[in-house]
């Protein structure tokens, strides 16, 4: 059966009647999300240097960084959540052979991100002292938390620009531009925070401000940067992205936020489930918050592989779509789970076996590696079902599927994995070992129900498609 594809001479993705075998898919996805694993790595390592540097200058800069992070994470996953909305309505446009039309919507992202970048400023601006007051800061740290939250929300609009041009190119399948930004980016990170941070070379010693300052420089750089990639590379230059003035489109406007605003909230209530569970925890102890710190942030790394993965899979699943294909963006889903759950079986494995190896190279008090062990045996179950939830979601967002999803993750979180894990922790005893089995549970959840609308919903496209009539 001849497809959209067949009336684009771009020749980027082969959308053929199968897409090849399943192991063949997998390689090919595979390729496409290496630089998208490494992206995801590079942005992570630099929230890392950020704490350990904050940490370096003093315990009340780290803790001022921390404060500050825990309140400008969730305002930041909502503005990337809805600017996210681009790259599946690029991919299925490209594979439709539309591309002449992806200019337009480029231009149209731009206007939310800078809308969304305007927004989460202001509500910076007005609502830090709130904000402060609700995380409970201390007197002493409020004005270097205000301070890092003010000097980061400057950067905004610039990691709103580059996010839209990294979904645009991201959904033309070309998937190198980020992990070089990336790349180049993190050393821009780590000298701004040593100049301002630590006041070199005639600088002012600006402390935690100083790290809110240089993380702001830097999300500017990485937009200058994928700018000027966007501007000289003829693969994009042919869609003259910039090539005319386009005002706001409402109606766009609408279709974006349609898709992008489920994926917003999803991103903050996963976000804020494990800042719920994070507090609650702080009831028991310092000892079980620091072990459960290590088996959050190892399960966080190693979450940006099949994150990477996803978000490859929202690609080819969008470009197949778009060119009339359901067999191939069902193959698609196919790979995506197989690779994730190899990846997050390993590590499983490996958290599994050396549990207290792995708290060991975090920490060296016994009482918190004893907590971390415990967790991290929990958490590598947790792998393998965040692994496919993951998977799942990147599927159903290529097909431009949000609403559902959105409905499953505050079910799945919020109505069962929270209720859950607080009866498993307080009223049955189960301490923080309860919290990590409700996390579990929720991830069982969310994985089940989105790969099962995943693949009900390519059942029913497959058919229809077998009924209508084959085109010549």
């Known amino acids: 059966m001849a497809t959209a594809a067949a009336q684009t001479n771009d020749g980027v993705v082969a959308l053929e009647a199968t897409r090849g075998s399943l192991w063949a898919e997998a390689r090919t996805l595979l390729v496409l999300a290496a630089p998208l694993i490494g992206a995801q ?6 929230n890392a240097v950020d704490t350990v540097m904050a940490g370096w200058l003093s315990s009340r800069d780290l803790a001022a960084v921390a404060i500050g992070g825990n309140i400008w994470l969730p305002l930041d996953v909502i503005a990337i959540g809805l600017i996210l909305s681009v790259t599946p309505s690029v991919a299925q446009l490209y594979g439709a052979g539309r591309r002449s039309e992806v200019a ?6 731009l206007w939310l991100g800078l809308l969304v970048s305007l927004g989460t400023m202001a509500v910076v601006w007005i609502a830090a002292d709130p904000l402060l007051d609700l995380v409970r800061a201390s007197p002493e740290l409020r004005p270097l938390a205000k301070g890092y939250l003010l000097a980061i929300a400057w950067g905004l609009p610039g990691q709103s620009l580059f996010n839209v041009l990294r979904n645009y190119v991201e959904g033309l399948g070309q998937t190198g531009p980020s992990l070089w930004v990336s790349l180049l980016a993190l050393p821009v990170n780590v000298v701004g925070n040593y100049l301002l941070m630590y006041g ?26 994928l700018l000027a990639v966007v501007l000289g590379l003829s693969e994009f230059r042919r869609d003259r992205v910039f ?3 386009s005002n706001p489109n409402g109606a766009e406007l609408m279709r ?5 605003g489920p994926i917003a909230v999803s ?17 028991m102890g310092e000892e079980i918050v620091g072990g459960h710190q290590i088996a959050l942030n190892f399960a966080s790394i190693t979450f940006m592989v099949p994150l990477g993965v996803a978000l490859a899979v929202t690609i080819r699943v969008g ?10 963006a069902r193959l698609t889903g196919l790979a995506g789970n197989l690779l994730s759950l190899a990846f997050m079986g390993c590590t499983a494995i490996t958290m599994a076996l050396v549990p207290g190896w792995i708290a060991g190279l975090y920490t060296a008090d016994p009482h918190v590696i004893a907590t971390a062990g415990q967790l991290l045996v929990l958490a590598a179950i947790f792998q393998v079902f965040d692994g496919l939830q993951v998977s799942g979601s990147g599927a159903l967002r290529g097909l431009k599927d949000t609403q559902i999803p959105m409905a499953i993750t505050m079910i799945a979180y919020w109505l069962f994995a929270l209720p859950l894990g607080y009866w498993l922790a307080f009223p049955l005893g189960w301490g923080p070992r309860g919290l990590w089995s409700g996390l579990i549970a929720g991830l069982v959840c969310a994985s089940v129900l989105m790969n099962t609308r995943f693949y009900t919903k390519m059942a029913r496209m497959i058919a229809a498609a077998e009924r209508a009539p084959e085109v010549r």
């Open 41 to 46: 790595l590079a942005q992570i390592s630099m």
């Open 267 to 283: 991103f903050f209530v996963e976000c804020g489930l494990f800042c719920a569970v994070g507090l609650m925890l702080g009831r």
């Open 243 to 245: 090539g005319r003035w």
């Open 104 to 109: 337009e919507l480029v231009r149209q992202g």
């Open 319 to 328: 470009q197949a779509i778009g060119a009339g294909n359901p067999r191939a």
């Open 200 to 225: 070199i070379g005639g600088l002012p010693k600006l402390g935690a401000v100083g790290c809110g300052v240089a993380s702001a420089l830097t999300m500017w750089f990485m937009a200058a940067c």
């Open 256 to 260: 974006l936020v349609r898709i992008g």
